[in-house]
C-alpha cells in the first residue's frame, strides 16, 4: 500500500481540515508549501468563488492542494464541475455519499478521499476506489459522528489495509501524529491548530477565543435534529442546548436558528452569538504563529516520540 505522502506527493503526512468559510486559498497553500496538504473549503461559497481560490492557490504554490465538497450543498454540482475544469490535485467529500461522484474526478485525474465516520462506510468506499480517506472522531471541531477518534482507529485500521487511512478528531500536536502512525494511520488531518495559524483568515476575535479555551470548554449541539456540531462554549451554543434538552422548540425553529452561526464568528468576529467551531483539543493551543512553524513543529515533536518508541518494549 502507497503511503499518504506517495499518494498526494507532499513531504509530510499532515491535511489541514475544510473549514467552511474560513480555509481559502492563502490557508491552504501556505499548508502546501510547509509539507503538508492544504485544502479549499466550498462550504457555503460558489462555483465561482472556488474557481476563483483554485486560481489563486496555484500562483501561490506549485505543491500538491485538495478542495473540499460538501456533499449537502445545494450547488454541490456546479462546483464539482469547477473542479473538474480547474485540477487540484485531489478532493476530499463528507456531508453525504461521495462514492457516485469517483467516477469524474478520475476521469479528471483528481484523487479521491472521503470523509467517513465509521466501519461500514470505510470499507464502503475503499471497495468502490478511494485513493485514501479520512476517518474523523468526533473530537473533531464542526460537524461531528458518533465515534471517538481511538475506537475508529483500533477497529478501523486493521480491516481497511489496502488505502491509506488518515485520522481526523483531536489532533493538535506531534504526539497526535506519532500515535496514529504507531496506530497503522496513513497520517493526520488537524483544523483546529490551524485557526490560530497567520495565515488563516478568521475573524482575530475566533483566533482569541481558541487561545483561550481549555481542555472541557468545547460543547456539541444540534444531536436532537440530527445534525451534531462541535464548537466552544458561548452565549449562543449553551442556549441552544438548554432549548433541544427542554424539548419545547421544534426541529425548524432549532434550524433556523443555527444557520449562519459559523460565519456570524469567523467571518464577523461575533464569538457569543456565532458558533465558534472548534475540536477538543485546545489547552495545548496557546500562540498565533505561521503555518510553517506548525507543521516543523510537529514534525519535530513526532520524530522525537517515534525515535523513543522503541524503549518502550522493554516494559511489556
Not at 475540536?279 to 510537529?298: F, M, N, Q, R, Y
Request: proline share 4%; net charge negative; glycine share 10%.
Amino acid at each position: 500500500m502507497k503511503s499518504i505522502t506517495e499518494v498526494l506527493g507532499i513531504r509530510y503526512p499532515i491535511l489541514q481540515g475544510a473549514m467552511a468559510w474560513i480555509a481559502d486559498a492563502k490557508l491552504a497553500a501556505a499548508v502546501s508549501e510547509a509539507g503538508g496538504a492544504g485544502i479549499i473549503a466550498t462550504g457555503g461559497r460558489s462555483a465561482e468563488w472556488t474557481r476563483d481560490e483554485i486560481r489563486k492557490a496555484k500562483d501561490m504554490t506549485d505543491k500538491p492542494f485538495g478542495v473540499n465538497v460538501m456533499l449537502m450543498a445545494p450547488n454541490k454540482e456546479e462546483i464539482v464541475n469547477v473542479i473538474c475544469d480547474e485540477k487540484p490535485a485531489f478532493v476530499t467529500l463528507g456531508a453525504g455519499n461521495p462514492v457516485p461522484f469517483f467516477e469524474r474526478f478520475h476521469a479528471a485525474g483528481i484523487k479521491v478521499l472521503p470523509v467517513v465516520p465509521n466501519l461500514k462506510l470505510a470499507k464502503r468506499v475503499a471497495d468502490k476506489g478511494a485513493d485514501a480517506m479520512v476517518l474523523e472522531g468526533m473530537e473533531a471541531g464542526g460537524h461531528i459522528g458518533k465515534l471517538n477518534t481511538l475506537p475508529l482507529m483500533t477497529q478501523v485500521l486493521p480491516v481497511v489495509s489496502d488505502v491509506p487511512v488518515v485520522m481526523a478528531g483531536g489532533f493538535a500536536d506531534g504526539r497526535g501524529l506519532a500515535a496514529a502512525l504507531l496506530m497503522g494511520a496513513a497520517g493526520i488531518q488537524m483544523g483546529t491548530r490551524f485557526l490560530v495559524a497567520d495565515e488563516c483568515s478568521v475573524h482575530p476575535n475566533m483566533k482569541q477565543k481558541i487561545i483561550d479555551a481549555t481542555d472541557t470548554d468545547t460543547i456539541v449541539t444540534g444531536y436532537t435534529i440530527g445534525g451534531a456540531v462541535r464548537g466552544i462554549r458561548n452565549k449562543f451554543s449553551e442556549h441552544f442546548v438548554e432549548l433541544e434538552n427542554e424539548g419545547s422548540t421544534s426541529k425548524e425553529e432549532l434550524i433556523k436558528m443555527a444557520t449562519g452561526t459559523n460565519k456570524l464568528a469567523a467571518v464577523d468576529g461575533d464569538v457569543e452569538n456565532g458558533m465558534v467551531q472548534a475540536g477538543e483539543s485546545l489547552a495545548c493551543i496557546t500562540k498565533t504563529e505561521p503555518v510553517k512553524d506548525i507543521v516543523d513543529g510537529i514534525i519535530r515533536e513526532a520524530q522525537d516520540v517515534l525515535e523513543g518508541a522503541p524503549k518502550l518494549v522493554s516494559l511489556l
